[in-house]
């Protein structure tokens, strides 16, 4: 056995030894938590090592949750109810049309004409400036990432970046990180923004506007972070192109195909960009955009083209909704909160520390409860807080954009949890970059963050 895998096994083993520990404690066995903490702590630990494949660590979790009696068919199974799955799962058909009709490749081979192709650098940070520009258009994240992920991947293989390379893996990972994170400073952008909003609205509590939600985040938590996680790509992934871009004036017309699947593609596009005019949810315009890629003499697609969508990847991310679901249900986020406010020093008179550790009980929430559930489980504790810190209800609120858009593991977020599926990146690797971005935030841009707050008065 490697190495590697029995250290895995280790961390594993000790997780839920931990986690048979703290089910014991009076407040958790108060609650009838003890068995949902156990499988939900072992889970995480199972995706966290890759010990198991993604799959697999899924079916055990649908498996334990009904055979042992720790949660109910509608909770095990939320996942498959939910519009984030629906939306992965239509964008999986979209994503196999862009690269089989050659749309990626031709959109790719017209970007190169506007990135600095002559260095890595500038690749990446074409890229990123992409990814920025499309957390402005459309507010999905996940309808944002499976738009864009077979464009990056174009991109990438036009300068003889083969997938599963580090060329490869780096230019993909800067589009990725750089529409997905960023994207928590724009109000609707995000899941875990709208969940705080409403949250915080159903409770009374203060609430900025888009422009003063942006003019507070994106600064820091938006420009400069993008520029943070270019610099950390270009010097983990860097990697000489080994073939030029090639003569992009010379671009053959554009094909039936192509018009076809460009035509479904603006108009799902438009749809979802005025989704709070129509009401209509993102994941029925993609469900509406695979169908019409599948219909005969319409689309643009084989019906065997289904035998090539990753299964795998479904149950994965049903798998991860459902662990959010159970941890939402069964009480853990609120122990796990309660928990951290009784053991972190707030205390008034301190305003950077409170924000510091405000912030790093957000984003510790996360790796529980997932970025989505930071807001539904803190937002009501929010008063709490500011009696403790002796901060405003409104600051306190805010510091939790500044812990959910620092994600520790790339599964707390099922729209970053499919992008690594859809690229074929192993979680190992995704779960790397993403705490390596995590813990270079928490040291140079929450400071910035604070001090840019103190500026405009919230302290």
Known sequence: MHARMVRSLVVVAAVAAAAAGLAALPAVR???????????LTMLALWATGVLAEYLTAMIFFTAAILLHIAPPEVAFSGFASSAFWLIFSGLFVGIAVNETGLGDRLAR???????????????????????????????????I???????????????????????????????????????????????????????????????????????????????????????????????PTAPPGDEARLPPMTRAEWRLATILALALALWCTDRLHGISP????MVAAVACLLPGVGVLKPEVVRKINTASLLYIAAIIGVGTLVGV????????????????????NPARNFGLLSTIAALTGVIASQPGIPAVLTPLARDFAAASGL????????????????????QAPAMAVAVQAMGLPVREANRLCLIVALASAVLLWPLDYLWWVALGLF
């Open 30 to 40: 108060a609650a009838g938590a003890g068995p949902a903490l156990v499988l939900v």
């Open 110 to 144: 017209r970007l190169l004409r506007l990135f600095p192709t002559g260095s890595y650098a500038g690749v990446v940070a074409g890229n990123a400036a992409l990814g920025v520009v499309m957390a402005f258009i459309m507010p999905s994240a996940t309808g944002r």
């Open 146 to 240: 499976l738009l864009l992920l077979p464009i990056y991947s174009a991109i990438a293989e036009r300068l003889g970046h083969a997938p599963g390379g580090k060329g490869h893996s780096g230019l993909v990972l800067a589009g990725l990180f750089a529409t997905f994170f960023p994207a928590f400073a724009i109000l609707p952008a995000n899941i875990p923004n709208v969940v705080l909003i409403g949250s915080a609205e159903a409770l009374g509590l203060p609430l900025p506007d888009f422009a003063g939600y942006l003019f507070l985040h994106f600064p820091v938590l938006g420009f400069l972070r993008v520029v943070l996680i270019s610099a950390i790509v270009i010097a983990l992934y860097r990697s000489a």
């Open 283 to 286: 994941a029925w315009v993609g």
């Open 330 to 349: 069964s009480g853990i986020g609120r122990l796990a909160a309660d928990g951290l406010l009784g053991l972190l020093p707030l205390e008034p008179g």
């Open 392 to 411: 405003p209800v409104a600051t306190v609120l805010m510091t939790q954009v500044v812990g959910f858009s620092t994600v520790l593991m790339s599964f």
